[in-house]
């Protein structure tokens, strides 16, 4: 049981270049998230689906765009990338997006370290 | 002002110490909250829970105050693993709302 898994541990990108980020759970949860962190500014949510075939944008979404492909997959695309776009992006996962309820518990996968030059 | 704030220390306290960090929050329609552990190039681990109640698990206890809006994290009988980052965690009732406090760091010395 591999939890949340993501793909490129580390990538670096030229400013312009473009990539995808993948992700993939195999807990049979409903909902999946896409954050990057920074230096001093905590997760901030990117995007997020609350059940397949559904997406919605967070906090920062602009610069992004995500797919969610079927249960198990939501990825996130960068298409033209920036240098304000070096971050540490995460993936997450949760039974539901409910309120107060422990199906909210996120999981985490490992993390992509992305540098764009 | 950030919605969540967090004392982004570090706390740096001697193994056995009791530690504790509060996290205020400034949107009264909050509903959740949570504290996440996070290791040095890790990713975030849930910890607890708050409930309104206030809640134990082991040495650890969290506490809400709604009127004051402010969460509460107590670390008794520290250990050197305790050493990470603490994230506070608060929640509306769409997922769109989660928004992550930027993390206090512990450091226990032996």
């Known amino acids: 049981n591999a939890g949340v898994t993501q793909t490129p541990k580390f990538q670096v990108l030229k400013t312009g270049q473009s990539m995808t980020l993948q992700c993939a759970q195999d807990m049979n949860h409903n909902s999946m998230y896409w954050y990057r962190q920074d230096p001093g500014m905590g997760l901030r949510l990117i995007y997020y689906?609350?059940?397949?075939?559904?997406?919605d944008k967070g906090e920062v979404p602009n610069g992004y765009n995500v797919s969610r492909l079927n249960k198990r997959e939501f990825s996130l695309r960068l298409e033209s990338a920036a240098p304000s776009q070096t971050s540490v992006y995460f993936c997450?996962?949760?039974?539901?997006?409910?309120?107060?309820?422990?199906?909210?518990?996120?999981?985490f996968g490992p993390g992509t370290r992305l540098l764009v030059l | 002002r950030k919605e969540v704030e967090q004392d982004p220390g570090p706390f740096n306290v001697p193994e056995g110490a009791t530690v504790a960090f509060n996290c205020t929050y400034s949107n009264s329609a909050s509903q959740s909250f949570f504290w996440y552990r996070q290791d040095c190039r890790k990713e975030p681990k849930l910890l607890m829970s708050v409930y309104s109640s206030g809640n134990e698990d082991g040495r650890f206890t969290a506490q809400l105050n709604r009127a004051s809006q402010y969460i509460s994290l107590l670390i008794r009988d520290s250990k050197l693993s305790d050493s990470a980052t603490y994230l506070c965690?608060?929640?509306?009732?769409?997922?769109?709302?989660?928004?992550f406090g930027s993390g206090t760091r512990l450091s226990i010395r032996p």
């Open positions: 689906s609350a059940s397949e075939g559904t997406t």
């Open positions: 965690v608060v929640k509306r009732s769409s997922a769109s709302k989660i928004i």
């Open positions: 997450a996962s949760s039974e539901s997006p409910g309120g107060g309820s422990p199906q909210e518990t996120q999981y």
